[in-house]
């Protein structure tokens, strides 16, 4: 089956640890994404990528970093410099023309400990 | 800046009421749109979209959207609620280029059924 993978669902962090949060897709899709979530804030844009070894900030892109080796795979890190990481993290992917949906992972949600 | 408004972070109908959630969105150009839910602990999952065509969009569940130009608007209806639609949606705008990857999300409606 197509699809988009999130691992893990569930991660613990300690304070100052960095970690990195997986994304696969099978979708054959260009475009990749990653959103933070908190609540009554909505879907906020961390990066993005168009194509391989190419990548772009969002809107709340520090204390974040990505790869995009691989046209399956976009990783997030999150570093030891976000300060606020406990969130529910989106992976999301689509075709780069504007009259496709987007189509996105099950979550991890991160929790600092 | 493009842009996308629900109003309303909490709808809350009774079990067989009319479910009515708003989204109006700011484009210079005709838009794509789109509806998304969200269950606890998931990812999104597309209700329905509107890109070119018929205005009024039907989608899974049961829901239907109508796209209105003059209005700016594309809300969410579904005739009679039911406790499975207990859910997060969001409204999506997609556009070219920006430094939003194109995908602009609304901040949310939480919807809740009664009994």
């Known amino acids: 089956d197509g699809g988009i993978t999130q691992s893990p669902k569930y991660l613990f962090r300690k304070e100052g640890q960095n970690v990195t949060l997986s994304c696969e897709q099978n979708?054959?899709?260009?475009?990749m994404y990653w959103y933070r979530q908190d609540p009554g804030q909505g879907l906020r844009l961390i990066y993005y990528s168009q194509i391989v070894n190419d990548f772009q900030k969002g809107d709340i892109a520090e204390g974040y970093s990505v790869s995009r080796e691989k046209k399956e795979s976009f990783p997030l890190t999150v570093t030891s410099a976000q300060k606020n990481p406990t969130a529910f993290y989106l992976c999301?992917?689509?075709?780069?023309?504007?009259?496709?949906?987007?189509?996105f992972g099950q979550g991890t949600r991160l929790t600092v400990v | 800046a493009q842009s996308v408004t629900q109003l309303g972070s909490h709808v809350s109908v009774s079990e067989g009421a009319l479910v009515l959630l708003r989204c109006n969105y700011s484009s210079s150009v005709p838009p794509y749109l789109f509806w998304y839910v969200q269950y606890p602990n998931q990812g999104l999952q597309l209700l329905l979209k509107?890109?070119?065509?018929?205005?009024l969009v039907k989608g899974i569940n049961g829901f239907e959207a109508e796209f209105k130009k003059s209005e700016t608007s594309f809300h969410l209806t579904k005739p009679s609620a039911h406790m499975s639609d207990a859910a997060e949606y969001f409204c999506?705008?997609?556009?070219?280029?920006?430094?939003?990857?194109?995908?602009?999300f609304g901040k949310g409606t939480k919807l809740s059924v009664k009994p």
């Open positions: 979708l054959n899709h260009d475009a």
């Open positions: 509107y890109t070119t065509g018929a205005t």
């Open positions: 999301a992917s689509s075709m780069w023309s504007v009259n496709t949906e987007a189509f």
């Open positions: 999506a705008v997609r556009l070219l280029g920006g430094s939003q990857g194109n995908l602009i």
